[in-house]
């Protein structure tokens, strides 16, 4: 899957670069540069339509060096309108989820043009994850901080262990999290983002469910299962019909109530119109499982 | 009531047309298309400026079928401008609120066009409820699913009892709940709408009301009290100040907080020159009951 | 302190005119007008580059007359621009943090200019708590209504004893709180602001907490030791850092998501620049303590 993934994370499948819902993310890739070799920084295993990305760096807590940044959106974009990839999960070895940027790439040893496509790179991934045709979930076991906070943050579903915990610290060092604050600031409650940006203070898992950081919280022994059940249920979905309702959702979310429900209407009656749609009306309709053509 | 309701329900009212704060329901209504006579769908009842809308199909689980919609919009709709209105009830019988659309409309025995009809009137109740010049209030005893869950999503206020419940789960049958995302997007956190959507699976009432998609959760045999009471106050209040109020509320909550205060600044002038502004202004600083003109 | 924050509150730093995330504080100015001479209703203290600014007119409920708006505003707005201010704390003498306007001041006894000045005043102290370079804490000790509950919905950090609680009871007087509602919107879910505008009903600290209103809740007893330990850790960090954060993240918050990740890129890029930015990183890889030059 490596060398795949490699020549294809430099331009991006066509969904991404003219899909209705959009088509900003194109504007905003990096222009066509192909990463460096190296040791693959995650690790990608798919089966049965579900596809695990995991962060495989411990020993540097999981940072988002350049490096880690461009193997995950590979991992992400790699076969992203296959039929067969049906749901993402994004999860990382050892204690801490990410500890977010690498900060020996941010001194001034580096120019700012460099600086620049980290930030950049991070924000193209962020932005990649709600555009993605597919679910990504974030499964947190531990502590997840500054760009790794932000990830969490970014996926469309998030299922942390009770002992994880999340903070951005990056105010500490002189360095404000605005980044991670675009992902924050659109997940909790003003007055939380504000005071974890301006302290740096961690807050715990069921303080970040309460906020809405987090969708689910489980005891670290049932994180992945529980994880996976919500993969498999998705898996079982039609894959287009979820992809179209995923669009739509992101699409309305910021748009006023009228423009909203034009596009949601059309969204039904073009999906009513889907085979997977008409398949699964008719077969809760006769009393029997669904089969989807996806 | 109901013949009224039938000839009024065609056109809607003025405000509803040209009100400042909504000039957009008009475009957005169905073609003065005239319901097909049948059994009406709802009950109503309205005493002491409360109506109560009870949706009366258990049966077929409430389902919103184009003319259970009709009934509700000409329920509502029903004499909005009247003094005599100052609250709106909606609840249900039997154990389930209501399970969204009727399923058997949208199969390709009807053209798209019936479709689309479907869920743009659906969409226009939506709307509606925002729109109306008095408080819409939810009451929830049992299961709420798919347009239900909108519907309760779209309401100002929402009650419910601790046995309530809410899913999205139009994904399992292959038609994703892109229109009750529009109203669900809109109460809760972005991650716990997307789990909702992606999986269908339901949520408590509880986690509802931590979610913000409920204001209120009380035992089952206290929900028609607590209701009652909430209904009651509102009813008390002078009925030009809630609908000045409410209009202006759902105006400014997404402009940008210059536009937004300039707004609301200029309301509270006017609402200070109302007369009932200055009645209760008055009768507050004489230590009196205030007595409103409406 | 008193005369230079007289001779301030009239025009305002040029940050406030000119600064690029705040251009339309100064459209929405008094036109220059300068506060009469009289009792000062706050009272001002500045240690350790911390300001509390103490609401000091408890015979009164701490009442947002225009007289004590000006203050609260001079107090704000004095020495903004000065080093040695890092963080501001708002919090009052008394049992009522702030009942909200002066009723008195909004009677048909003073012309519609009169209360437009009034809710103007008012709001531009909001927007100014927004845009000013260091993050405002409210610290709340009891009933907080209307334009009260608006002040700490206003503040970046909200901290409030377990006793405190909440409400926009203006219907009740026929005022319906629409200003306050522009900040409550935006702090908590659509219907817990709804319930409270329409029913004028309070919520409890816990409450609050649960709905975004606050950040945090504390015994009474531990309020100001928490509320100063948060303002501490802020004082402790590099202003210029923390400056940068603030603006940008109100800036970013309600841009689509591409706009917001290009100004939030850019601010990281501008940010690690900074010669705080790279003391702090180079004193993290250092493993040292790092010294802020402001």
Redesign the interface.
């Known amino acids: 899957m490596a060398v795949g993934l490699r020549a294809f994370g430099a331009k991006g499948p066509g969904w991404l670069r003219r899909g209705p819902w959009a088509p900003?993310a194109a504007?905003?890739c990096s222009q066509g540069r192909v990463p460096e070799p190296g040791p693959r920084l995650t690790s990608v295993r798919q089966r049965d339509g579900i596809r695990s990305i995991v962060l495989s760096n411990p020993k540097k807590r999981n940072a988002l060096s350049l490096a880690m940044l461009k193997s995950l959106q590979s991992d992400i974009l790699h076969e992203a309108e296959s039929q067969d990839l049906k749901v993402i999960i994004i999860s990382a070895e050892g204690p801490v989820f990410s500890s977010g940027h690498d900060?020996?790439e941010?001194?001034?040893e580096r120019d700012?043009q460099y600086?620049?496509e980290v930030?950049?790179t991070?924000?193209e991934i962020?932005?990649l994850i709600?555009n993605h045709p597919v679910?990504v979930i974030a499964m947190v076991n531990g502590l997840a901080t500054a760009a790794g906070c932000q990830l969490v943050a970014s996926?469309?579903?998030?299922v942390a262990s009770d002992k994880s915990s999340f903070a951005t610290p990056g105010?500490?060092?002189?360095?404000?999290?605005?980044?991670p604050?675009?992902a924050l600031?659109?997940?909790?409650?003003?007055?939380?983002?504000?005071?974890m940006?301006?302290?740096?203070?961690p807050i715990s898992a069921q303080e970040a469910l309460?906020?809405?950081?987090?969708?689910?919280v489980v005891p670290e022994e049932q994180l992945e299962e529980e994880t996976m059940r919500?993969a498999r249920?998705?898996a079982s979905?039609?894959r287009p019909?979820?992809s179209?309702?995923?669009a739509?959702?992101y699409k309305?979310?910021?748009q006023?109530?009228?423009k909203?429900?034009?596009l949601?209407?059309?969204?039904?009656?073009d999906?009513?119109?889907?085979r997977?749609?008409?398949?699964?009306?008719?077969?809760?309709?006769q009393k029997r499982k669904?089969v989807?053509s996806h």
């Not at 940006?197 to 203070?201: D, K």
């Not at 949601?264 to 009656?269: I, K």
């Not at 997977?276 to 309709?285: N, P, R, V």
Request: with cysteine.
């Open positions: 900003f504007s905003f900060l020996k941010l001194t001034d700012p600086h620049a930030f950049q991070c924000s962020m932005m709600q679910p996926c469309d579903i998030a105010v500490n060092i002189g360095l404000f999290c605005s980044t604050g675009v600031g659109r997940a909790v409650p003003r007055k939380v983002a504000l005071e940006l301006f302290t740096g203070e309460l906020h809405g950081l987090l969708s689910r919500i249920k998705i979905l039609s019909v979820v179209l309702g995923k739509a959702f309305q979310l910021h006023d109530l009228r909203a429900y034009h949601a209407s059309q969204t039904m009656v999906n009513v119109a889907l997977d749609g008409q398949e699964g009306i008719k077969a809760f309709i669904p989807w």
